[in-house]
């Protein structure tokens, strides 16, 4: 599974921003997929959203319910992050995730800077 990520950049505080990846490969195989954040000076990556195949069901960040929303177009392999009322915390490198069984998959990740 490949996964690539666009629509990252720099908005004020209060803006919004559309994160989308494109997922090529055995995509049918993919079990959950999600978007992953590092902060500046953070040495790990930390959950923002993610929504399981099939049912759908998703999961969100405490830091992030009512603002952000995660989206999966199965037919277009395409998973997006709608990012609204962003704040100058949310400035990270967001990566794009897809699980298959135990195995991981990441994207080269976006950055995305709020300025305040």
């Known amino acids: 599974v490949q996964l690539v990520e666009s629509g990252g950049g720099l908005v004020q505080a209060g803006g919004s921003l559309r994160l989308s990846c494109a997922a090529s490969g055995t995509t049918s195989n993919i079990n959950e997929m999600g978007w992953y954040r590092q902060a500046p000076g953070e040495k790990q990556r930390e959950l923002v959203a993610?929504?399981?195949?099939?049912?759908?069901?998703?999961n969100y960040a405490d830091a992030v319910k009512g603002r952000f929303t995660i989206s999966r177009d199965n037919a277009k392999n395409n998973l997006d992050l709608q990012m609204n009322s962003l704040k100058p915390e949310d400035t990270a490198v967001y990566y794009c995730?897809?699980?298959?069984?135990?195995?991981?998959?990441w994207g080269q990740g976006t950055q995305v800077t709020v300025s305040s």
């Open positions: 995730h897809a699980r298959v069984h135990y195995h991981n998959y």
């Open positions: 993610t929504i399981i195949s099939g049912g759908g069901n998703t």
